[in-house]
């Protein structure tokens, strides 16, 4: 049995209006109809678990299984916080103690982050507190523009204060892992699906697991890519043409 690690914006929904796909509502059909086991994998930390499970569904996305770094943050924050990212995000995280002032933990999530933001966060990190990244993007999309993603934000902050993070989501190997525990199969039986070549699919191809690219979200151009996956299509419907993912 195989089964499949499938990320979400840019490669399930597109990164402007958060609708379908072409090829993305059937494709996981027909990974139902198959029986294949599958987990949508996202670092979504703008809307609440379960409020984005159902937005997803009412799409007529079927599936089961869901993971994303707001249902396992407990295990590794310290209160009180100290969370810097979007509206929504810090929204989020006034369900636990927040104190700017003499933090335990702060707590990054994606942003376009003005300067004197950083220099609030970097002010923080140099006293004892410990830096948690809600993930590790490679590159932000917005309104068809890139960005640097929040793993290039962490190693920014690294670097500036020498302070190392720990990071909840993808392409964490405990975040990983716990999604291979419930699929229930080792990395070598798994196939991961992403528009994340650096933040997704080669951490994951150095875990053991086959890595397929989607051109349909950060990367727009095989011209791009610098390190190969195993795979590269345009979309999830030239994908699942392919036929190749029943052989996954």
């Known amino acids: 049995m195989r089964g499949f690690f499938i990320d979400i914006q840019g490669t399930l929904i597109d990164d402007k209006d958060f609708l379908p796909l072409p090829g993305a509502i059937d494709f996981l059909d027909a990974l139902n109809k198959e029986n294949i086991p599958f987990i949508l994998l996202t670092n979504n930390t703008k809307r609440d678990s379960v409020e984005f499970i159902n937005y997803l569904k009412s799409l007529g996305f079927n599936f089961r299984n869901y993971l994303d770094p707001l249902m396992v943050l407990d295990e590794y924050i310290k209160t009180p916080i100290a969370p810097f990212g979007n509206e929504k995000f810090l929204k989020l995280m006034q369900k636990y103690e927040i104190d700017y002032k003499n933090p335990k933990s702060v707590v990054v999530g994606l942003k376009l982050f003005s300067n004197e933001e950083f220099a609030d966060i970097i002010e923080l990190l140099l006293k004892d507190t410990k830096l948690i990244g809600m993930h590790k993007t490679s590159l932000y999309s917005k309104n068809n523009r890139r960005y640097p993603g929040l793993g290039a934000v962490l190693e920014m902050l690294k670097y500036a204060t020498s302070k190392d993070y720990e990071v909840v989501g993808k392409p964490s190997s405990n975040f990983f892992n716990r999604a291979k525990e419930i699929l229930g199969l080792d990395y070598d039986k798994i196939t991961i699906i992403s528009d994340d070549l650096y933040g997704d699919l080669i951490p994951a191809k150095n875990l053991g697991m086959k890595s ?29 043409e392919s036929g190749k993912w029943k052989k996954s």
Do not use: A, F, R, W
């Not at 397929?212 to 190969?228: F, R, W, Y």
């Open 212 to 240: 397929v690219l989607v051109l349909s979200g950060k990367i727009k151009s095989k011209n791009e890519i610098k390190q190969n996956p195993d795979e590269i299509y345009t979309n999830l419907k030239e994908y699942l």
